[in-house]
Nanobody
C-alpha cells in the first residue's frame, strides 16, 4: 500500500509563494505518474500538474508559468512550487500517484490565498 503525505500548505497573501511537498512511502521511481490536484469549496477536484517517471510535466492552463512540479527520487518526494498566488488558487491540494490499475491519494493540505 502506497501512502502519500502532503505538507507545506498555509495562508499566504496575493502574489506570494508556497512550496508543497508530498512524501511517498515507496520509491517514487516505481510510480508512473505523480501529480497534484486541488479542490476548491463547492467545486470538483481538478488537475494542477503531473510529472512522469521520465520527468515529463503537464500543467493546467490556469497555473502555467506560475507553478512548477518536480520530483526528488532520492528523497521520494514530489514538490509543487507555487508563485504569484491568486485568491482563486485557494483550495485543498492533494498529492496523487498512479500506477497501472492503481490510484493513490494523500489526505490533502489547505492553501489559502488572501487578497
Amino acid at each position: 500500500q502506497v501512502q502519500l503525505v502532503e505538507s507545506g500548505g498555509g495562508l499566504v497573501q496575493l502574489g506570494g509563494s508556497l512550496r508543497l511537498s508530498c512524501a511517498a512511502s515507496v520509491r517514487i521511481s516505481t510510480i508512473n505518474i505523480m501529480g497534484w490536484y486541488r479542490q476548491a469549496p463547492g467545486k470538483q477536484r481538478e488537475l494542477v500538474a503531473t510529472i512522469t517517471s521520465g520527468d515529463s510535466t503537464n500543467y493546467a492552463d490556469s497555473v502555467k508559468g506560475r507553478f512548477t512540479i518536480s520530483r526528488d527520487n532520492a528523497k521520494n518526494t514530489v514538490n509543487l512550487q507555487m508563485n504569484s498566488l491568486k485568491p482563486e488558487d485557494t483550495a485543498v491540494y492533494y498529492c496523487n500517484g498512479k500506477r497501472p490499475f492503481a490510484d493513490y491519494w494523500g489526505k490533502g493540505t489547505l492553501v489559502t490565498v488572501s487578497s
